[in-house]
């Protein structure tokens, strides 16, 4: 074998399984799964996607190499089925190539077809980017985030549910009333309740736990405007979509009205969608979601973007494992990170390590490679299933639909 040839693989592979027959090289692959075993120069190929969809809607991909290590991903898990198949159509790009040349493959994906952007198409590239920042930080034997620049901090602040046991300090909470869906415009009785409940949770945790409050999209601006002015008073940390984002100057109107900041983002998709909500004062905090606004590769750029205009991320994540690995990543990597939703989720039903766990607040970056944690595949297939139906609402009053 020519000296220049001999790479590190190649050795190992010979040393393994070579004139001695020990090992075969299917067996030699499985027992180095997931190993940081091959260097820079060595040669590496997709071999196959698949797509797993879960009871619950969550969606994963899993991508596999020829170098028997695999990288996993979450997608959108609304039109679940959609986004699993998509993924799927896209082995017929991916499969054959280097899966460590990511954003390469973004820009592929994204552009090599005629329709762009959008929840479906945004989650299927948003998986598979997170497969491939998992398989290529395994591959080096690095989290995703010292590829990415970092870290950029040594711990990560979390919201969800707090309490002694859980170590977080922060938490969201709806506007909730004894009577929804809300009316296009309410009055001084459901304005007065939101506002009685919200004052009763800060009489309750105080100044020392931090309380966002999350509109949803399903209050309209009318009573988005009374809502905003009545919580004010009682110091919510933010106020998140408080209408549909898809009227960029409405939200960014209401924006003007109050002193707290807004949130949103949560269905807003790659950088062109961020672009405007940046450039019309909209919001003041950034919740893209790592499963479906274009994946660690994206939301990187978003945070740049977001530094611009002197603002912060926090992520979006109502979703699975691989969701909050990649938002603990993208907190390895951008310098102007501020908090990850769901924290406190450990996620045991999938996981084959449970995570570290939270401490004043906090959860430590991940130490492993790639995404930083382990999917346990045979827990993740017990959970195959048919996803949920479409979560329809309406108004108990005339039967008309309401937002959720």
């Known amino acids: 074998m020519n000296p220049v040839q001999y790479n590190r693989r190649s050795y190992l592979q010979q040393m393994l399984y ?3 027959g020990l090992f075969s090289l299917e067996a030699w692959n499985r027992k180095r799964s997931d190993a940081a075993a091959i260097g820079p120069n060595d040669q590496i190929k997709v071999t196959k996607i698949e797509t797993f969809v879960l009871k619950n809607s969550w969606v994963f991909v899993k991508v596999s190499t020829d170098a028997g290590i695999t990288g996993w991903g979450e997608m959108l898990k609304d039109d679940a089925k959609a986004c699993a198949a998509g993924a799927l159509e896209v082995g017929d790009y991916l499969v054959g190539k280097d899966p460590r040349r990511v954003t390469h493959h973004w820009q592929a994906i994204h552009r090599g077809a005629f329709y762009r952007g959008g929840p479906i198409k945004t989650a299927i590239s948003s998986g598979i980017d997170m497969a491939l920042w998992d398989i290529t ?3 080096y034997g690095v ?7 970092g870290p950029t901090r040594d711990r990560v602040r979390v919201y969800g549910r707090v309490g002694g046991e859980t170590g977080v300090t922060a938490m969201k909470v709806g506007p909730g009333t004894t009577r929804t869906p809300f009316k296009y415009v309410e009055g001084k009785k459901f304005v007065d309740e939101v506002a009685d409940r919200f004052k009763a949770l800060r009489d309750r945790f105080g100044s020392g736990v931090d309380i966002g409050i999350d509109f949803h999209g399903a209050v309209q601006p009318p009573t988005a405007a009374l809502l905003i002015k009545a919580l004010e008073p009682y110091d919510p940390w933010f106020y998140e979509e408080i209408v549909q984002c898809l009227n960029v100057d409405v939200m960014a109107d209401l924006a003007k009205k109050t002193h707290i900041p807004i949130a949103t983002g949560e269905r807003i998709f790659t950088k062109w969608g961020f672009r405007e909500i940046l450039e019309k004062r909209a919001a003041m905090i950034l919740q893209p979601d790592p499963c479906y606004a274009g994946g660690i590769t ?7 973007m977001a ?12 979703q699975g494992p691989c969701s909050l690995a990649a938002g603990l990543q993208i907190a390895g990597c951008v310098p102007n990170f501020l908090i990850q939703e769901r924290g406190d989720n450990e996620y045991a039903n999938l996981l084959a390590k449970p995570l570290p766990p939270v401490k004043d607040g906090h959860r430590p970056l991940p130490t492993d490679p790639g995404l930083g944690i382990t999917i346990d595949e045979d ?3 017990a959970q195959v299933g048919e996803p949920r139906p479409y979560l329809a609402r309406f108004d108990p009053d005339d039967g008309s639909v309401v937002d959720w």
């Open 18 to 20: 070579g004139s001695a």
């Open 137 to 139: 930080g395994k591959c």
């Open 143 to 149: 989290p995703a985030y010292k590829l990415l620049g």
């Open 298 to 304: 994206e939301l990187k750029v978003i945070a740049g």
């Open 307 to 318: 530094e611009a205009y002197y603002l912060p991320l926090a992520p979006h994540n109502p």
């Open 379 to 381: 827990k993740l297939r």
